[in-house]
């Protein structure tokens, strides 16, 4: 089973994801930690995409995928993961198929896309902007959100996987909305009742 959620930054995606995946007992794979943790570990491919990072850009599709490839071949996301941050382009999302596909996972299973507007996630980030970051890299990031990462909204609309959660209230409530619309799409893996912790 795989679920992937997308959304602005600052939406709060991340929390989801993590929380989601914690209830069924699958990875959890965000993207932006493998990209932090190959920088931390001062790879050749860590110290390239730590230069798009700082900027707001985003890390070229095919450094990502290399980093993303390499963590979905792990044994213990052979079955399931809850993918977060990932795919953020076009390019990545068909990619991504081509992966599933190749390795008999079949495809996407579900989509959770949590909205929230520009006013309220740049808010939210600059509450909790980090000492590395400047506002301008933080309305740059969600720049790059809408002209990149945005038409994956339409791509997972047409394959009907899509569940788009308000993501301007209460974290629980944000997570209880989650659990509901994918219990309604009988996932090959669901334990919504463990969602509310
Ligand atoms: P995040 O932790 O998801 O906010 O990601 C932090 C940064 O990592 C982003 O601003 C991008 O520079 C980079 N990043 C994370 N995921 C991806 C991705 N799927 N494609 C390209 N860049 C990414």
Redesign the pocket.
């Known amino acids: 089973m795989i679920v992937v959620f997308i959304g602005p930054?600052g939406a709060g995606k991340?929390t989801q994801a993590a929380r989601f995946a914690r209830s069924l007992g699958v990875p959890h794979i965000?993207?932006?930690?493998l990209?932090?943790a190959a920088s931390a570990q001062n790879t050749p491919l860590g110290r390239e995409?730590q230069t798009?990072?700082e900027a707001?850009?985003?890390?070229?599709?095919e450094l990502?995928l290399t980093i993303?490839e390499q963590r979905l071949a792990q044994p213990d996301a052979a079955i399931s993961a809850v993918l977060?941050?990932?795919?953020?382009?076009l390019q990545?999302a068909r990619r991504l198929d081509e992966v599933l596909a190749r390795d008999g996972w079949g495809q996407v299973d579900a989509a959770v896309y949590i909205e929230a507007p520009r006013t309220v996630v740049l808010e939210r980030m600059n509450a909790r902007r980090r000492a590395d970051e400047t506002a301008e890299v933080q309305a740059k990031?969600y720049d790059?959100y809408e002209r990149d990462t945005a038409p994956l909204v339409a791509y997972y609309q047409e394959r009907g996987v899509l569940a788009t959660i308000d993501g301007v209230r209460a974290v629980e409530t944000v997570t209880r909305d989650i659990a509901a619309a994918l219990a309604a799409r009988e996932l090959p893996l669901t334990a919504t009742t463990a969602m509310h912790e």
Do not use: E, K, N, W
């Open positions: 930054p991340g965000a993207s932006g930690d990209l932090r995409a798009y990072m707001g850009h985003l890390v070229p599709d990502t993303v977060d941050g990932f795919p953020r382009t990545q990031r790059v």
